[in-house]
């Protein structure tokens, strides 16, 4: 399992104890897990160049892990290497941003939440919520419980990359 807490925007960040708790949950399950990023207890990847980054995710296609993260490059990169991929969405939806695995979305009813125009919602570039004084209630919404939920299910299906060769 590989851990994707940053986002590159606040608005995108799920909560640092959620992050800590999927890991101890993780490591209970006895499944190995490691963060492309800071999560607390648990062992982080060293910087790398992009290239070797993907190299990275490659390998963990080929060994049947999966990478669990916001909307942001590193999980995007994951999911072209081949990985099965959670994908933690707030702001943005799940219709228009989704990865072609799995996908988790937090506060679907959101009345703030503009997907043709995300930018323009209130929360964008403060991550100040209109619903919430403690961060982004979209990202708060998800539960740990529905991530693991995700993560079991995405580890009884093949890798993206074995489906499309089992397609050839």
Same mark, same amino acid.
Request: one cysteine or more; aromatic letters at 6%; glycine letters at 8%.
């Given at each position: 399992?590989?851990?994707? $807490?940053?986002?590159?925007? =606040?608005?995108?960040?799920?909560?640092?104890?959620?992050?800590?708790?999927?890991?101890?949950?993780?490591? %209970?399950?006895?499944?190995?897990?490691?963060? *492309? &990023?800071?999560?607390? &207890?648990?062992?982080?990847?060293?910087?790398?160049?992009?290239?070797?980054?993907?190299?990275?995710?490659?390998?963990?296609?080929?060994?049947? +892990?999966?990478?669990? %993260? %916001?909307?942001? &490059?590193?999980?995007?990169?994951?999911?072209?290497?081949?990985?099965?991929?959670? +994908?933690?969405?707030?702001?943005?939806?799940?219709?228009? !941003? +989704? !990865?072609?695995?799995?996908?988790?979305?937090?506060?679907?009813?959101?009345?703030?939440?503009?997907?043709?125009?995300?930018?323009?919602?209130?929360?964008?570039?403060?991550?100040? *919520?209109?619903?919430?004084?403690?961060?982004?209630?979209?990202?708060?919404?998800? =539960?740990?419980?529905?991530?693991?939920?995700?993560?079991?299910?995405?580890?009884?299906? $093949?890798?993206?990359?074995?489906?499309?060769? =089992?397609?050839?």
């Amino acid at each position: 399992m590989v851990l994707v $807490p940053d986002a590159g925007m =606040a608005v995108k960040r799920w909560p640092p104890r959620n992050w800590v708790r999927l890991a101890e949950e993780l490591a %209970g399950r006895a499944l190995p897990v490691l963060a *492309c &990023g800071a999560v607390q &207890g648990v062992p982080a990847l060293p910087r790398m160049p992009l290239r070797r980054l993907a190299v990275f995710f490659a390998v963990v296609a080929e060994n049947e +892990g999966v990478v669990i %993260g %916001g909307d942001t &490059g590193p999980v995007r990169l994951a999911e072209a290497a081949g990985a099965r991929v959670v +994908g933690l969405f707030g702001p943005t939806t799940v219709d228009r !941003y +989704g !990865y072609m695995d799995r996908n988790v979305q937090g506060l679907p009813a959101c009345p703030h939440r503009k997907p043709l125009a995300i930018t323009e919602q209130p929360c964008w570039w403060s991550a100040a *919520c209109p619903l919430s004084r403690d961060g982004p209630a979209c990202m708060a919404d998800i =539960a740990v419980s529905e991530v693991l939920g995700a993560v079991t299910e995405a580890l009884k299906d $093949p890798s993206p990359a074995c489906r499309s060769l =089992a397609r050839r």
